[in-house]
């Protein structure tokens, strides 16, 4: 599976599921870097879009991991838009995987949570094919506030 | 008269965002890439500009525009958008990133640059999609339109307690967008709506200038799904 996490922790913490080196064809997780111009959110928003269509074409698993806080707007416009954008991807991905049993979510992390349980998170997800198209919530700095 | 700012509106939601907006009781600048925003502003007694929402020059175009007219601006309408269709596996790069880079790089790019205009309890309203709760051969427009609410609730936060920043989603709109659809899957569409019908583009405008108005002055960094019930059927 190709690992691309901009956290560096947690892509290590993922080295179970795959590497940089794995083969989006096998599945994908994607973890944005933060932003800070539009042209920046743009290239992260490709760098997803490559990979999930890589995945895509051979029905390989993908998982989005975000950053909790952008994924429910507590976050500069530009990470949330990022965040928000790929919370709206997996579930669209989520949609046109059923017809062929292509698996799809969405992980959003605290910071302040240890890199292996967010990682545990996203192997189980993916081993499970649980919550397709949804967003799991790890840590508890955002419990209450309505998901986008 | 304060000046309300509508993107798209040359034809479909726009157009009749822009029409609410005056009846309203607002002067309205009317922005659209296509050349018939000057036919649409004329017949509204509004004021046209041709830019591209998508693009610095255009941005600024717009930016000069308000100066020029020289009313104080109270409301943004981040309502251009572009739809790009297919199953992820076709869908090609230009696809996708034409997609995002206007609904989501314009709604961005413009609220930036206007909302230090905006006076004082000023209103921007971004229109996002029920799509981006999921659609088959939508991955570039649900981002797209999921990234304008990531937008619309960071700028609500950002921009509070200034101005307010709220979002529409509309369901499916009778509009030169829609009517594109082949008519099987349109009928495929209708029947899955809760109140059994396409919603029309006054629906969406009545939400946006509600939105807008003094009414819901303590609404901020929402989204109204006006979708006749679909985004839970
Ligand atoms: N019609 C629907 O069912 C529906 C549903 C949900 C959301 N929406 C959204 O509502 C908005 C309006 O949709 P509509 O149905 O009226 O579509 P439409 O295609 O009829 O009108 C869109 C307008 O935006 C303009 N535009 C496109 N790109 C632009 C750019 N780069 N710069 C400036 N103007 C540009 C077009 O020229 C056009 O006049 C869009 O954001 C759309 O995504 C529509």
């Known amino acids: ?148 | 008269m304060s000046l309300a700012i509508v993107t798209g509106a040359a034809r479909g939601i726009g157009q009749a965002i822009a029409a609410r907006l005056v009846e309203s009781g607002h002067a309205v600048l009317l922005v659209d890439l296509d050349e018939r925003v000057h036919h649409t502003s004329t017949e509204l007694g509004g004021h046209g500009v041709r830019a591209d929402i998508s693009q610095p020059a255009g941005v600024e175009r717009i930016v000069d525009a308000v100066r020029a007219l020289g009313v104080e601006p109270r409301v943004l309408v981040n309502n251009a958008g572009i739809t790009r269709d297919s199953l992820l596996r076709n869908m090609d790069e230009d696809a996708f990133r034409a997609v995002v880079r206007v609904n989501l790089g314009g709604t961005y790019a413009l609220t930036e640059a206007i909302a230090p205009l905006l006076v004082d309890d000023g209103a921007v309203v971004n229109i996002s999609s029920r799509a981006q709760l999921g659609n088959v051969g939508q991955f570039n427009y649900g981002i797209a339109k999921g990234g304008v609410i990531g937008l619309t609730r960071a700028h609500a936060l950002a921009l509070a307690p200034r101005l307010r920043v709220n979002a529409v989603a509309p369901g499916f709109v009778e509009s030169e967008m829609t009517l594109a659809m082949p008519t099987e899957a349109r009928q495929r569409v209708v029947d899955a709506i809760p109140l059994g019908s396409p919603g029309q583009p006054l629906d969406i405008a009545e939400a946006v200038d509600w939105l807008a108005s003094d009414a819901a002055s303590y609404v901020t960094g929402q989204v109204l799904y006006s979708c006749g019930g679909r985004s839970f059927a």
């Open chain 1, 1 to 148: 599976m190709r690992i691309h996490v901009a956290d560096a922790a947690l892509a290590a913490a993922l080295g179970g599921l795959g590497s940089a080196e794995g083969r989006p064809e096998d599945g994908v997780v994607f973890g944005p870097a933060e932003v800070t111009t539009w042209a920046e959110a743009e290239e992260e928003l490709i760098r997803a879009y490559r990979l999930a269509h890589v995945a895509a074409r051979e029905n390989a698993p993908v998982v989005f991991v975000v950053d909790a806080a952008a994924a429910v707007g507590r976050a500069t416009p530009l990470d949330a838009a990022v965040a928000v954008g790929l919370v709206a991807g997996g579930r669209c991905l989520a949609f046109e995987g059923l017809r062929k049993d292509q698996y799809a979510s969405v992980v959003g992390y605290d910071g302040s949570e240890p890199a292996a349980r967010v990682a545990a998170t996203v192997e189980f997800l993916v081993a499970s094919a649980v919550g397709r198209g949804q967003t799991v919530m790890v840590g508890t700095a955002h419990v209450g506030a309505m998901l986008p």
